[in-house]
């Protein structure tokens, strides 16, 4: 079998079922009125449709292409958030020489560390709209989680956090100005991920096409009993439905890739990665005991 | 329903209203005279059109393509002048390290930062050609607007600036020389951005091509009656017009699309980035207070 | 001849035998039934099963180019570790100055590129999810296996434990700064590689188009027989075998690339790349005898 | 209207005035030959030109893209030209920190910045393959013109001047050694430039397909007449014409784009281009009595 | 006419000769068949070609889009390389700052820059599997060539000399940290085109891909005459002839382009770029009178 999860069948068409519904009563009527009612008379060659479909494939082609670009490219985003997490706990970490290992470093880099341990989780609430301090507790002193309440742009906050904590590492003298100005560039990298997501979020599909191709859809649907009615007579519903369901899907498909932050079940897994960054992190600084209590991620949505 | 904002059908439609007519117009013609006047008799078998509809669609799907690559690619730059623009701020706030947090720096601090608020609502009109001076007063000084007025391209001149200010806290001892070379490479990348909002803006989309295809979008719809006429009769019309528009409606939001900074309701919306970058800018140097007063976006232009 | 290597006939079939089975005994039936009992009497125009074949191309071009997307960024994900692999070591090999070439210096050096030599076996080994220490003996010391087995990242330890040596160099002055965090750049696209391999990993191709691609695809062989009987009758069976082969090769292929570390003969040949890094980095340090140990390719494979 | 330029249609079709001129004679004479001499009677079902139209839409569809990439990504390398023109004169500008105003420096800044004006103007006629040195004289010093003379490459020595200036400053004690770093990756930025400049101007597009496309349209052209001869009459010759007209001018359009460095009416505006960065870097350095004498825009060429 | 390069069209067809000599004997006898045995009596209707044919023109375009991508991609490498050795010696020239222009310094630069004109030349031979040192003698000193005779990768080894003159340069006060690590970068972007090279080449197109297409086409090739033989009679021999010749040369096609190194007449031009890079480095160390002495290019290949 070629599928990795189970995906009912019926999640696929819920989301079309208005549409399917539509097309069955449409379809049905005219089946009807061609048996027993005669009243119109039209009888269309298949090859009109066939130019519809044509514009059709190549529309639903084109969205089909950008949506999939616009999913893919929010997993890179988060796929670089992991990777800079990383770097820049190793940074901090194994920048900073200090004669003896003090604890005011190793305080000062499991600041850092926490910080951004609860920055892809903050970030993921910002995109979803959801902001909700009480997850961030954990990672933050009581000092962060005000200063963060003043801020609309939570993750644009812990990365200013970080930036003060780099200068006081330099002040300091755990840290040399190469070091500093290295760290600073990772911080860059955040930022720019973060500008990524909220440019994908923000940045509606144009409009004008989606509207589009839905109307040309449905003109096409409607076309087309009208041209299979005289091969199949009554099964014609029967064809209409299946064609029907097979562009109907593929427009919902790219409905569903097109917007990958909307906290829906075929969402950019933000919290599962966002517990992958926690578990990394926490091993880095050798805080092994913390692991086993994250959570395992939470399997009410599926994978996509 | 799939639709995010209310584009009413009637904006989609009024940019085509005059080919529709024409339409409209020469179908119905050859419509009468078929059924009136008998003096010509062209029969096309629909092959004939189904081959220039596909060489259409090849000609349109590549402009499509290219157009939305335009469009999406202006959407990316200025996401990377939100960015770039919280970077800015961040090693401003964070690199400058004075032994006491100094008037004198803070006032610094919030120059270069205004300046940059002022940058991308610069960048924005020089870009819908409507440069007024006056929206970019708030954020600068007397001296700083008479020294962009001497300049032909003003995000450039206020680029310039900042350079100047980054030298000035060399001098300072304010910055230290890593830390100017750095905050120079954020202004690089501001450079870059501005440059290719530039080249999206002057390069035409090759004129050939677009005379091209709107040429040969003409001639199938000139054939297309004759086409339809045996199979359809006066119903020919209608069929005429609905595919016809559909392949107008697709050339009409390429065209929109591949402009992407001509100041039309489809636009980039550059002055809503700008007010984000604006309020996040503000918060970053603390000044919740002056948040308040960014008006709120101006709805006037529909989101595509 | 212009294939490259012996892939037997046979392996291609195998993927797909379950599929052209109940293609075979299905269009049998229906020849069978059409022959002999004359039940049903169904006949498509073949232009039926072509807008279906339209829609399906549309779904496996699609699906083709996304996976074989994957497939090659996986190889230059690869590549790019062997490109970083030389860096680190030439950067270790020739920033180091000491007055004389101390043995102390050597053996950093040494311990160093084993390491790298280490990691991309490790990297493999935890993509394919058969993490093996094993493997890894002979290139690391005892304490630094006893590091990598309390994370669950080893790859990300491995570049842990690189930092940390740089720390030391700077320490001893075998490096100066702007070395180390010269070096430190290559640790980070070492971490970028490792987090893009993970990426690619654990995001599974949008499993709706998979199953809808593979239903549509069902439904049009489905569909087809009743569309050729008329032309071909009994022949019909070999004519739908073969088309469908088609179709269902190119389905199979597509999901073959899509997941490029699922240790399948198709998959991306880690070890081979490895044990390239391993001969080339060994003679960088001048350990020619140990490059003829290295084993040659496991040719179990095929090479895709 | 959706054009914007007014290009007459006499320039687009002079390009294929011969091809078209053959079709014609061809047409022509097959009709005449069907209408008063029947001696051939061949008689081509419509469908067999239909596939050929169908690989020649892929082969040109090819073409297409791979022409219009070319020509964009030259369009891009000359944004970023202009690009690090500006950064390299604001970092000269900039950086060079002295504690008085000299006008030693002053001379050596504007030095450097006529030299980068020059460089486009070089760039271009080396592309052009019609190096004038007259045109660089304005810019240069005698020692400079003397310098270029003995090399091939013009636009690399003037980078190598640069980057000897660049030295100069640091001997001067007018850059620091991180600020001659950080330059030096503009030069090399530029270099870069240069080189994917000359690499599309020196790559010829795959002959061979090119060829093959030209056969194969050909081909397609010669086997028309007989397919629409039995519908159409003598009206053939008009339909053939429409129909090869189409497909002969996606040909010369994309002839036209790929390559983009061949001084035709249809090239990238190097020379306004180079005319833009000239005003720009003369503001950026005060001199605004000289923009004025930058002569407007050659008017010569299309703008494609 | 539009082509640069005088191909023979023999050329073109040696390649699928054998191809057509089958398709022409297979054809003839089908039509001999036809008119004089009529054993066999199959027609089939043209729409089954015409399926496999979508199908086919789906495979082809795939095809040829992934080998132009390849063979793109390795211009684009080599490209790079010409750009990074000019920006090495650039750098090597301009960054070595003596109070007086000592011989040794000299003799030091001309090293480099010999062994930078020597490394295109051996990774072009390391690519096309023929490395000879005697190509590379006359720039590379007896204890050069002595070293890379023990490395199986000579351009790796290469660099390594090189980056040992690095810190020599930095030992001797020629070179300043930042300046080493600075052209150490650049050694690093030739390391990475090197391993692009090397993945380019070890990457076979997956294999199953071609041989489906080539079954594939052999299959559609074997369809046509039956579905031919009824409207053309013997004429079908040429058509049948003319439409597969078209796509065996477009697979043909791809075949060439996507291996671009593999020593062909279509290959990618290393020795001339080599060539081009030698003139233009040995120009900027004022070698003048060795320039002439490099030989004109090698006209025995076509250019592609």
């Keep these: 079998m070629l599928l990795r999860t189970n995906i009912p069948l019926r999640y696929i068409l819920k989301g079309i079922k208005t549409e399917l519904l539509f097309v069955v009563i449409y379809a049905g009527l005219i089946a009807l009125e061609d048996r027993y009612i005669h009243l119109i008379k039209i009888d269309i060659p298949l090859s009109v449709p066939m130019i519809m479909g044509t514009v059709l494939s190549l529309l639903l082609a084109f969205k089909s292409n950008q949506a999939y670009d616009r999913w893919w490219e929010a997993r890179i985003v988060w796929g670089a958030v992991v990777n800079d997490s990383r770097s820049l706990v190793r940074q901090v970490l194994s920048f900073s020489e ?19 341990i609860a920055w892809p989780y903050a970030l993921g609430m910002s995109l979803r709209k959801k902001m909700d301090l009480e997850v ?84 096409f649907v409607m076309l087309l009993p009208f041209a299979l009615l005289t091969v199949f007579g009554v099964m014609e519903v029967l064809i209409v439905l299946a ?62």
């Design 243 to 304: 064609i029907s369901t097979a562009f109907f899907l593929i427009e919902r498909m790219a409905i569903h890739l097109q917007d990958p932050f909307e906290d829906k079940p075929t969402d950019t897994p933000m919290t599962i990665i966002s517990q992958t960054i926690e578990r990394n992190l926490k091993q880095m600084i050798g805080d092994h005991e913390a692991v086993r209590h994250v959570t395992a991620p939470d399997t009410d949505f599926y994978v996509m």
């Design 136 to 219: 961030l507790r954990p990672y933050l002193s009581a000092r962060e989680l005000k200063f963060i309440t003043t801020h609309e742009n939570v993750p644009n906050a812990l990365l200013q956090l970080h930036a003060q904590d780099l200068r006081y590492g330099l002040q300091q003298g755990w840290l040399n100005s190469y070091q500093q100005v290295e760290i600073d560039q990772t911080l860059t990298k955040l930022t720019d991920s973060m500008g990524k997501c909220e440019r994908i979020k923000s940045t509606v599909f144009p409009v004008t096409y989606s509207l589009y191709t839905h109307y040309c859809l449905f003109f």
């Design 98 to 116: 200090t004669p003896y290992e003090s604890e005011e470093v190793q305080s000062w880099q499991a600041r850092i560390t926490n910080r951004q």
